[in-house]
């Protein structure tokens, strides 16, 4: 009896022990596919168009997707996915898994980051589902490029693919038999403190700190970045008349 026991007492450390050290790894991602979404909005030639991340209904962002073979093999990634809540608002972000088919990024890439942009309801239903197949429940294309880009922007495809690789981003990435699983065994856990706090569910005052720290990178992602502030001091120029020869300077006070 003491054997067993001790043996299931030092069992139980070990399970709250790893899942310790699973939360941390979790919240370190959420950290990660924040950085990645502000890398690739930076440029704006090269940056994910703001109108189609204010008009998407989910994305999931998966930092580090490996893949072998050389242009053609499998792959894999963990990554994260929110999606929009019937207030317009961000969801709880999910943990997903990216696995399998083929990609076609460029030549010599053993890593790169992944940006979806999941475009229209259907796709989100079929996320929600718990599970879905690039290709075959979902038709994934190249996404348009420039922050500022609208032509492109259309509501007939359901999931616009990035990629960012050692050369940089790059839109001209297909994918064809990817699998996106909802993990739901490392979702549930992230949220374990509150049973009222859910993954893909409105936030809460008990979603965690670095779910809401993506979900800010995430909004600033979707705006234009403000003006620079002029510094205190520097005069302000009034415009003048046409027909004045003259401009009125303005200095703060203090």
């Known amino acids: 009896m003491r054997i067993a026991l001790t043996a299931l007492v030092a069992f139980s450390f070990v399970a709250i022990a790893n899942a310790a050290a ?7 991602r959420l950290v990660r596919a924040g950085e990645v ?13 703001i109108q189609l ?14 893949r072998g073979g050389i242009l053609i093999g499998g792959r894999r ?3 994260v996915l929110t999606i929009r809540t019937p207030d317009g608002r961000w969801s709880n972000p999910a943990f997903i898994t990216l696995t399998g088919g083929s990609i076609g990024w460029q030549f010599g890439a053993e890593s790169a980051d992944v940006v979806l942009v999941f475009a229209n309801s259907r796709s989100v239903r079929n996320i929600e589902a718990g ?19 609208t032509s492109a922007v259309t509501g007939k495809s359901e999931v616009y693919i ?34 009222y706090t859910e993954p893909l569910e409105e936030t809460t005052h008990a979603t965690p700190a670095s779910a809401l720290r993506f979900l800010d990178a995430l909004s600033a992602a979707a705006a234009l970045p403000s003006a620079p502030a002029m510094p205190a001091d520097r005069p302000y120029t009034q415009p003048t008349d046409p027909g004045s020869s003259e401009e009125a300077l303005i200095y703060p006070i203090g």
């Open 131 to 149: 599970r879905v197949t690039f290709g075959g429940d979902l038709s994934a294309v190249a996404g348009p490029l420039g922050r500022r880009s």
């Open 53 to 66: 991340l204010e008009r998407a209904h989910g994305i999931a962002v998966i930092p580090g997707l490996k």
């Open 37 to 49: 979404l502000t890398q690739f909005t930076l440029d704006d030639t090269n940056g994910i168009p």
């Open 162 to 195: 990035y990629v960012r690789g050692k050369t940089g981003l790059f839109a001209g990435a297909v994918f064809e038999g990817a699998r996106l699983d909802i993990d739901e065994d490392a979702s549930e856990a992230f949220y374990a403190a509150d049973r």
């Open 77 to 79: 990634g963990r990554g």
């Open 22 to 28: 699973s939360q941390r790894e979790d919240a370190e």
